[in-house]
């Protein structure tokens, strides 16, 4: 069987070659993840050619002044939401080099889940430079550590999904 590790090593050796390949550059901006998605993309010797910088943006005010997400978005809808996920990927494109980026918003828990977003609440949304956000949520189980591991591997999912589909979006 296939260990997360090996999964997470699989993925990050398929973007250190997609990536250079398209001439495409990646930004993270994590919030549950708390930088685990940069730190294995830099874990990688050469990532410097395909990875410009990790975000980290945990609580609403950094959201905001990093990566431009506004109060309203964080008022009406929450740090977890699909239009935060929106706005967060669309910060981080634009302070950054970035060509493409994923951004996650969620609730790993074991506390702050609510009725309609509950512990293991997960909203990410990935962007090519000029191209539309793609956003999707996943309700993850598990502790803390699970809930983000598994928010890691579809964020990396996603991130090669569209690279590949990168020349629909890139004029």
Not at 142 to 157: H, P, S
Request: charged share 20%.
């Amino acid at each position: 069987m296939i260990t997360l590790e090996q999964k997470i090593d699989g993925y990050i050796d398929e973007l250190s070659r997609i990536l250079p390949s398209l001439n495409l550059v990646l930004t993270t901006a994590e919030s549950c993840t708390g930088g685990w998605l940069a730190k294995y993309c830099t874990d990688r010797a050469g990532s410097s050619k395909w990875f410009d910088c990790g975000i980290v943006s945990y609580s609403n005010h950094s959201k905001q002044k990093l990566l431009n997400v506004q109060q309203d978005t964080l008022k009406n809808f929450g740090a977890v939401s699909r239009q935060t996920a929106t706005e967060m990927a669309q910060g981080a494109l634009v302070n950054s080099t970035a060509d493409i980026t994923v951004s996650i918003t969620g609730i790993a828990g074991p506390e702050g889940g609510l009725k309609d977003k509950p512990v293991g609440t997960v909203w990410f949304a990935w962007q090519v430079k000029n191209g539309q956000t793609i956003t999707a949520c996943h309700h993850f189980k598990g502790d803390r550590n699970a809930v983000r591991q598994q928010a890691l591997l579809i964020a990396l999912e996603g991130i090669i999904e569209n690279a590949r589909d990168s020349s629909l979006y890139m004029g």
